[in-house]
């Protein structure tokens, strides 16, 4: 089994400007088309920026303290939820069709009563064990690419401030 690549905590950005004032330079690097989901009101922050990631996105959270921005990498939740759903709903589907399919053969048929057992004795642990390990590389694979493009961001900021 591999191991889960580790992800290094994001920099933070020293500065000298108030709070204001870097909303202010941010808020113009967003209107030039350079700074990609750009909020300015975020909940117990400065602002949040898109952190684009690969399926799933989330966003930089970027807080002013203590004469530093930091930066926290929270992924949005509802894609991977959604993800979920559809990997489930998806299995059931599959086993009518997958049946009907399969029982047209009469090697199938005989092979089945011979052996003893239905098709979604075989179907749904094949489909349903793999969900969680799919689930699972898809969020690392989210958090990776969310977190480069993290700090491709905070390298942008870092331009401006």
Known sequence: MTKAPEIQSLPSIPTALTADEVKQRLSK???Q???????????????SVAA????FDSKLIITHKDDALSCVCSM???????FVLLLVVTVWPGL???????VSFDWYTGLMSW??????????PLTI???????????????????????????KIKSVL
């Open 29 to 31: 690097l967003s209107k």
């Open 33 to 47: 088309g350079k700074l990609a989901g750009f909020e300015l009101n975020e909940p117990g922050a400065l602002c």
């Open 52 to 55: 684009h990631g690969t399926p």
């Open 76 to 82: 949005l939740p509802m894609m991977p939820r959604i």
């Open 96 to 102: 009518p069709l997958t049946d009907g399919f399969l």
């Open 115 to 124: 052996i003893g057992i239905d098709t979604w004795h075989w179907y749904l």
């Open 129 to 155: 064990l793999p969900i969680p390990f799919a689930f699972r590389a898809s969020m690392m694979k989210s958090k990776t690419s969310a977190h480069q493009s993290a700090l491709e961001v905070i390298e």
